[in-house]
């Protein structure tokens, strides 16, 4: 993978939190940044305080262009991350996540449930009372009952329902649940200001309208929340092949600069690499969301056939030629990606 000359490289595999985003910070400082990013982000979520802040933090930045490339797992917060991205690279195996915000359950240590718990709950005994009511209404005055005793006749059999079932809703749990989901909607819009790439009532959507916190959100669905969303460039695609052991789940690693080889140039200044496949600063914009292949080349999966990829660190270029390459799986995250110090 060639290095794009106005383009910093990130990997972030980690929980979303407060000190990823110290980390992060702390890594943002110790060199001169170009104008534009592509973050390769991994993780299961975590705070939405902390996506909040890793988002303005990389906004802060790379004011010119963001990129967030996904090639496994970035649910939760991490789309809340992904939400201020200019543009969205998702690979084939790649997926986001709804952002209904977990809370601590006060009766069991260390289990969550969703902010949207409660407010499902009180739509299904809406609806139940509602059926209840309009039932015994009909079958009233099917027995020949005036239509205001049926009523008063339905009316008291419906309240008869409700009531053991609505006074188990504790109600300041309930304004702690509805404070949760207001949070992802604050910090989703607030983010969406940055990169406008949310479609209308996308993040409505995002909050509300998926079953389960797990719910698989592909490259297909994301095109129908966001207006820019591209399959893995072949670059990004070989990159993340070659390392799928440090993609194909979210890992707790510190942010990590890619450090990538310059194109070679001949002495008229022009470039010698001639392969189509190298990078460029995306996918043009008529490009198909949905749009993959059925080998490693554009969609991030990990059964490469391509040749090594390699990744300098200040080591290997002390070492020579040992150690510049390092066969998948063989070292750790560290070794592989040039972590720059200060």
Not at 31 to 56: M, N, S
Not at 192 to 217: C, M, R, T, W
Not at 280 to 295: H, K, L, T, Y
Request: glycine letters at 10%; a negative charge.
């Amino acid at each position: 993978m060639s290095e794009d000359q106005d383009r910093d490289y990130l990997v972030i595999s980690a929980p979303i939190s407060r000190h990823l985003h110290g980390q992060l910070s702390d890594l943002l400082a110790t060199r001169p940044l170009k104008p534009k990013a592509t973050v390769f982000l991994t993780t299961y979520g975590g705070d939405p305080d902390g996506g909040y802040r890793i988002a303005r933090c990389l906004r802060h930045h790379y004011k010119a262009g963001l990129r967030v490339a996904v090639p496994s797992w970035c649910k939760s917060a991490g789309t809340l991350v992904a939400i201020a991205a200019d543009e969205l690279a998702i690979g084939d195996r790649g997926e986001l996540g709804p952002l209904d915000v977990q809370v601590f359950k006060g009766s069991e240590l260390l289990e969550r449930s969703s902010g949207l718990d409660i407010t499902e709950a009180l739509a299904f005994v809406g609806d139940h009372v509602r059926a209840g009511y309009h039932s015994m209404l009909k079958e009233a005055r099917r027995m020949g009952l005036s239509t205001k005793l049926a009523s008063d006749m339905a009316a008291h059999i419906g309240a008869a329902i409700a009531a053991p079932l609505l006074t188990q809703v504790d109600p300041l749990r309930l304004g702690e649940l509805q404070r949760a989901t207001r949070i992802a909607n604050d910090y989703g819009g607030r983010l969406d200001a940055y990169s406008q790439n949310l479609k209308p009532e996308a993040l409505q959507s995002l909050i509300g309208a998926y079953p389960s916190h797990s719910f698989v959100i592909d490259r297909k669905e994301a095109g129908e929340l966001f207006h820019r969303v591209y399959p893995l460039t072949e670059a990004e695609s070989r990159f993340v092949a070659a390392y799928w052991v440090f993609f194909q789940e979210a890992r707790d690693e510190a942010p990590q600069f890619l450090e990538l080889p310059k194109t070679p140039t001949n002495d008229a200044g022009a470039s010698n690499e001639s392969d189509p496949e190298a990078p460029n600063d995306g996918v043009p914009p008529d490009a198909d969301p949905e749009a993959g292949s059925d080998g490693p080349g554009n969609g991030g999966n990990p059964q490469s056939s391509g040749e090594s990829l390699r990744i300098r660190s200040r080591r290997s270029r002390g070492a020579g030629q040992e150690g510049a390459s390092r066969e998948p799986g063989k070292a750790g995250l560290q070794e592989l990606l040039h972590s720059v110090k200060s």
